[in-house]
């Protein structure tokens, strides 16, 4: 199943385009923006997680030199039309609102938006917003917030669950789950957030004269936004157009349209004037959609060879109080991805989305990654528990290759991966066996605490749903031969315009410096998807190839016609349509694309003018991307400190178009599953304050805790027409069980156990105590 | 306010600004030079790294009146005036040092000052020198990489 298939451009580690713009200071990101008459806007925010709203006074606010207006409920909310973030998901979702109104339901919920001459007088004149609030029992414990007397987040909805899904336990998995050999946890995911460097914002210019509203956002998704923007102000879309140019990482924060984006569009369109609001980093922390706080139950029924029986998942995921994007939503997928890339014939599932008055949940690099976070862990408790080597389960429970494709017991069908070969890779690169001895020699001789980790996985990358599994290429040729394409896409670190310009001139036989790739604006491109869920190399990639292919056939088809030679027998390389074998009976590139625009009557007849092509390419449900990841650990008994030691991934995710930007992704992901296991936590005391609301206090990795990343690459195509698979995500879903798995594996040799994440100094040195 | 003068990139700028003008917010609006990023305002993130009289400074913790009479460096003036990268800049390209390139102008500063004072840092000085500059991107892998390719003169 392994193959390589690197072409002239695909497969190659092109250098990036973008990077000569963004290494000297030109790129533009939405606070490069600056138009006449601008103005800036700042919220204030609820200090208050669940209260209600007795005064707000803003006349001192009014009256301050600069101040162009200050805005409340009562001059938004009426006019707002649908708030819903995205249509995407069909669940309604929250009630939200432009501005809280009446009561606050977390602490940074906007309350007032100041519109201002500059930010420094906006946020003098928010100092002088006076709020007062009563502040009434807040709902911040997840794992209690569906208890009898506990308090309603959304007084409108009557229930603190968002959303739930269940497949009932069958009699076969009832039988198994009362067997010999029960393996039974639970695992708690700490709430994290996606942290983009640069925070969210939009610039949002409203026209009354001609009833246009135009944005520059720092958005993943342009025509999402356009459509939000739309539906929120009641401009027709038509009428609204979203850019995002350069754009500073998004992680999923950026891919629905959030509220005060939203708001600060209404508040545009109904003062008429250009608003201007960049999110500080406090807002981004205590705002933004917040990510992963997971719970749940699991349990694994074993033979006595350790061989799986059955699963069951009890999952609650919190969704906080306003999710972007309907509910949390991952939950379902926690369920039914659950016994991932292990042979089990039985599983069952139960998934609950809760509301709590805590910043909502939000799309964060695979997030529905609790699956293998909690899968993984559970592996190697399981296998503890039947005292063999987590490897040695793996090996034992993988789904073979031969034995693909594979229906997992929820009903997903499974296919083109190799769980079984990035597994042996992964060991093989990490030297597991090695590892193995040298970690009972240092622990029988010096003490030390070493460990080895494992998690593997499947990612179905594209869409199950629309319309995220589509994409529209137009690829456009100029008089002179070089090459527009336009994308739907919103990229945000990935290096789009590099990997497609790749894409198409490998496809229409041209140079890659022929090839502009235009994105990140909903004017001048076809509606499309946006950049997130690791779906741009399939989805936008093979929109690309279609076009390319309608026009490489009618460029062939005006080729065959000047040279008088059958279509079939041409070929396009090196930018020459020749046919194939006679190099010599040729015609450029640029003789076509010149003829096709500007000397029409020598076209074939009735042929029409002009050289371009729009097409669409639709996923099949799922393409399947795989991983696994290795890392060793030591933990310092002293102060509880884990160090990673050596940290390998092996993944599958088809054929690179890219190799050095694959890589990148991955590093990123992982460098992110290292942050959210072991630093990056966002706490909240049990009123519902925000504890960690700076860089000082939320702790993100820096350059001396990360370790230099091993990469091992399997190949197996994918179906679809490049071969390629998603892999923007997967650092980020198997990284956090990997180190979790290495520090358990450590710390059972001094016989503690961890249940919970992050793996803070504390938490190791209680384990250590406690258990030990 | 108060009248300011200073040296950006060669090149001689006056304002006059409220005393609490952030440098940062003077390079970005008054001198249009919107290649210092603001990534947290509160001298963590290191995004916002300038060369201050060829010192790397955070300018989001320093007011524009106090680098009055300094030269100011910018991600802007590191580069060659037809567009050509710096060593630095070069490097990190080479080594894919960068993704979204929110934080890199301030990493791209950082290692500017680094390698004039250590031209042939360690792989430790490197993680060390760098610790002060958060990328989300990357994972550092490649920044890393370019630090030792500029260093090595590749």
């Given amino acids: ?772 | 306010m108060l009248p300011v003068e200073m040296t950006v990139n060669g090149e001689r700028r006056r304002g006059v600004v409220d005393a609490r003008r952030t440098l940062a917010d003077f390079l970005r609006e008054e001198c249009a030079l919107t290649g210092t990023h603001l990534g947290c305002e509160h001298g963590v993130c290191g995004a916002c790294t300038v060369l201050l009289d060829g010192e790397a400074v955070r300018a989001c913790l320093i007011f524009a009146v106090q680098a009055g009479g300094a030269a100011v460096t910018t991600i802007e003036g590191l580069g060659g005036p037809d567009g050509a990268l710096s060593p630095v800049q070069d490097a990190f390209r080479e080594e894919h040092g960068l993704q979204c390139g929110f934080c890199t102008p301030g990493f791209v500063v950082s290692v500017t000052a680094l390698l004039q004072e250590n031209p042939k840092p360690s792989e430790t000085e490197i993680r060390e020198a760098l610790s002060g500059n958060l990328c989300r991107c990357t994972g550092y892998q490649g920044i890393i990489g370019a630090v030792k390719r500029a260093a090595e003169g590749r």
Wanted: charged share 20%; proline share 6%; net charge negative.
């Fill in chain 1, 1 to 772: 199943m392994t193959t390589s298939t690197a072409g002239r451009f695909v497969g190659q580690s092109v250098k990036r385009r973008e990077d000569p713009r963004l290494l000297t200071g030109h790129g533009r990101y939405v606070d490069d923006v600056v138009l006449p008459g601008m103005l800036h806007c700042t919220f204030v925010r609820s200090d208050v997680a669940r209260g209600r709203i007795i005064r707000v006074d803003t006349e001192a606010a009014a009256a301050l030199d600069g101040v162009t207006a200050v805005l409340t409920a009562a001059d938004l909310n009426p006019h707002a039309g649908n708030m819903q973030p995205t249509l995407l998901l069909t669940t309604p979702g929250a009630p939200l609102r432009p501005l809280a109104d009446g009561d606050v339901r977390f602490v940074g919920e906007p309350i007032v938006l100041i519109v201002a001459s500059s930010r420094y007088v906006a946020e003098d004149a928010a100092d002088l917003v006076e709020v007062e609030i009563d502040s009434d029992p807040a709902v911040i414990d997840v794992e209690h917030a569906l208890d009898d007397g506990v308090p309603i987040v959304h007084p409108e909805l009557g229930t603190n669950l968002g959303a739930e899904m269940v497949f009932p336990i069958s009699p076969e998995l009832e039988a198994v789950l009362a067997g010999d050999n029960v393996v039974r946890r639970i695992f708690r995911q700490h709430r994290h957030t996606p942290v983009p460097m640069e925070t969210r914002g939009v610039v949002v210019e409203y026209e009354p004269s001609v009833g246009e509203l135009h944005a520059w956002m720092s958005t993943q998704n342009p025509h999402e936004a356009k459509q939000a923007m739309s539906r929120v102000t009641g401009v027709p879309a038509h009428l609204v157009r979203v850019e995002g140019h350069d754009v500073g990482g998004g992680f999923g924060q950026k891919f629905f349209t959030p509220r005060e984006e939203m708001t600060v569009a209404l508040a545009a369109r109904r003062l008429g004037r250009t608003l201007k609001w960049i999110e500080d980093r406090r807002e981004n922390l205590i705002a933004s959609n917040h990510a992963r706080a997971d719970v749940a139950e699991c349990t694994f029924a074993l033979d006595g060879d350790g061989r799986l029986l059955g699963t069951y998942i009890d999952h609650i995921e919190d969704a906080g109080a306003f999710p972007v994007g309907a509910t949390g939503g991952a939950g379902a997928l926690v369920g039914l991805l659950f016994t991932g890339p292990y042979k089990c014939a039985l599983a069952s599932l139960r998934t609950r989305s809760v509301w709590t008055n805590t910043c909502g949940r939000g799309a964060y690099r695979g997030p529905w990654m609790f699956e293998t976070v909690a899968r993984e862990q559970m592996v190697d408790a399981a296998a503890r528990a039947m005292g063999m080597d987590p490897l040695d389960w793996r090996r034992r429970n993988v789904i073979p290759t031969a034995e693909l494709p594979y229906t997992l017991p929820t009903g997903l069908p499974l296919d083109m991966v190799s769980p079984s070969e990035t597994l042996e890779q992964a060991a093989e690169i990490i030297g597991y066996d090695a590892f193995r001895s040298e970690q009972r020699r240092l622990f029988a001789e010096e003490g030390r605490l070493v460990g080895i980790g494992l998690g593997l996985y499947v990612e179905p990358s594209t869409g199950m749903m629309d319309p995220m599994g589509t994409e529209t290429a137009v690829v456009r040729v100029n008089p002179n031969g070089q090459v527009t394409v336009a994308l739907g896409t919103g990229a945000h670190g990935q290096g789009i315009e590099t990997t497609m310009a790749q894409v198409v001139a490998e496809e229409l036989g041209i140079d890659y410096e022929d090839v502009t790739i235009v994105q990140g604006d909903s004017a001048v491109t076809a509606y499309g998807r946006g950049t997130g869920g690791s779906g741009t190399a399939v989805i936008a990639g093979n929109s690309c190839r279609n076009a390319c292919a309608v026009v490489r056939a009618k460029a062939i088809e005006i080729a065959a016609h000047l040279m008088e030679a059958a279509p079939d027998d041409l070929e396009i390389a090196d930018a020459q349509i020749a046919v194939r074998g006679t190099p010599t009976r040729s015609v450029a590139w640029t003789e076509v694309a010149r003829i096709a625009h500007l000397e029409t009557a020598r076209l074939p007849e009735g042929m029409e003018v002009g050289l371009e092509a729009t097409a669409t390419f639709k996923a099949p449900p799922f393409s399947w991307s795989n991983a696994c990841h290795a890392c060793t650990v030591e933990i310092d008994r002293a102060t509880g400190v884990v160090s990673i030691l050596r940290y390998v991934v092996s993944e599958d995710c088809g054929v690179m178009i890219n190799p050095m930007i694959v890589e990148g992704q991955v590093a990123g992901g992982v460098v992110q599953g290292i942050g959210g296991t072991l630093y990056e936590h966002f706490v909240y005391d049990d009123d519902g304050n925000p504890l960690t609301t700076t860089f000082m206090d939320y702790l993100l990795p820096t350059t001396t805790e990360v370790p230099t990343i091993e990469y091992g690459h399997v190949e197996t195509p994918s179906p679809t027409p490049g071969g390629h698979k998603g892999m923007g995500e997967g650092g980020a879903i198997g990284s956090p069980p990997a180190i979790f798995n290495a520090v358990a594996d450590a710390l059972a040799l001094v016989g503690a156990t961890i249940d919970r994440t992050p793996l803070t100094p504390d938490t190791i040195l209680g384990a250590i105590t406690t258990d030990a």
